[in-house]
C-alpha cells in the first residue's frame, strides 16, 4: 500500500542551527501538508502546499519556516534558525483530493528536539 | 472553546466493550475525518462524514454526525486491546486546505 514516508525519524539540533525536514508523499497526491505535535498537545497546521506554492499558511508558520519540492518527488520543510519552542513532532501528509473533499495521508513524523 | 474538542479526554474500558467519543466544533464544516494515533506514531485516517450525512459505518465503527448541534460521536463496538489509541475529530471548513485537529480522546482498552 502506498505510504508517505518521513526522514529523520528524530533530529536533535542546537539552538539557532537550521534543520531540513524530508517528506516524501504518496507519488500520484497532488496537495501536501506540514501539521506539527508538541508533546502531549494537539496536531496543528503549519502549511499546505498544490502546484508548487503554498496555499495556505498558520500563524505558526512564520519567515523562519519554508516549504518546498525541490524535485518532483521530496516535500521538504526547513527552519532556519531553530528555538527551543520547535521541538515537536513534524507530520508531513499528501491528499489526492482537493481541499475540503478527502482525507490525508500522514507519514509517521520527525521528531524534532532543540537543545 | 476551540474548533474540535473532544470527550472525554481519557476513557478506559474493559475489552469487548463499546467505546464512545464526542466530538464538538464552533464553524460550517464541509466533513470531519476521524484519525487515530498509536504512541508515538504518525495518524491514520479512520472514516470521513460528510456535512450532508449524518451516519456513517466503517467494520466496527460507526460515526455521526449532527450539524445542528455541530457535534460528531465515534462509536468503537467490541473494542479489542489493538484500539489503545488517542482518537482525534478533524474538521475541514470553507474553502481552505487544512484539518482542524481536536484535543484527541485516549483510549484504553483492557484484556
Known amino acids: 500500500e502506498p505510504e508517505v514516508t518521513q526522514t529523520p525519524s528524530h533530529q536533535v539540533t542546537q539552538m539557532g542551527q537550521e534543520v531540513i525536514l524530508r517528506c516524501v508523499p504518496i507519488?500520484?497526491?497532488?496537495?501536501f501538508y506540514w501539521y506539527r505535535q508538541i508533546l502531549g498537545q494537539k496536531v496543528e497546521f503549519l502549511v499546505s502546499?498544490?502546484?508548487?506554492?503554498?496555499?495556505?499558511k498558520s500563524e505558526i508558520f512564520d519567515d523562519q519556516f519554508s516549504v518546498e519540492r525541490p524535485d518532483g518527488s521530496n516535500f521538504t520543510l526547513k527552519i532556519r534558525s531553530t528555538k527551543l519552542e520547535d521541538s515537536a513532532m513534524y507530520f508531513c501528509?499528501?491528499?489526492?483530493?482537493?481541499?475540503?473533499?478527502?482525507?490525508?495521508?500522514f507519514g509517521e513524523g520527525s521528531r524534532l528536539t532543540v537543545l | 472553546s476551540q474548533q474540535g474538542e473532544e470527550d472525554p479526554q481519557a476513557l478506559s474500558i474493559q475489552e469487548g466493550e463499546n467505546a464512545t467519543m464526542n466530538c464538538s466544533y464552533k464553524?460550517?464544516?464541509?466533513?470531519l475525518q476521524w484519525y487515530r494515533q498509536n504512541s508515538g506514531r504518525g495518524l491514520v485516517h479512520l472514516i470521513l462524514?460528510?456535512?450532508?450525512?449524518r451516519e456513517k459505518h466503517s467494520g466496527r465503527l460507526r460515526v455521526t454526525l449532527d450539524t445542528s448541534k455541530k457535534s460528531s460521536s465515534l462509536l468503537i463496538t467490541a473494542s479489542r486491546a489493538a484500539d489503545t489509541a488517542s482518537y482525534f475529530c478533524?474538521?475541514?471548513?470553507?474553502?481552505?486546505?487544512?484539518?482542524?485537529f481536536g484535543t484527541g480522546t485516549q483510549l484504553k482498552v483492557e484484556l
Open positions: 478533524a474538521t475541514s471548513t470553507g474553502g481552505g486546505n487544512k484539518l482542524t
Open positions: 507519488s500520484n497526491h497532488l496537495y
Open positions: 462524514i460528510r456535512s450532508n450525512e
Open positions: 502546499f498544490y502546484n508548487n506554492e503554498i496555499s495556505e
Open positions: 464553524t460550517s464544516i464541509n466533513n
Open positions: 501528509a499528501s491528499s489526492g483530493e482537493g481541499p475540503g473533499t478527502g482525507e490525508l495521508f
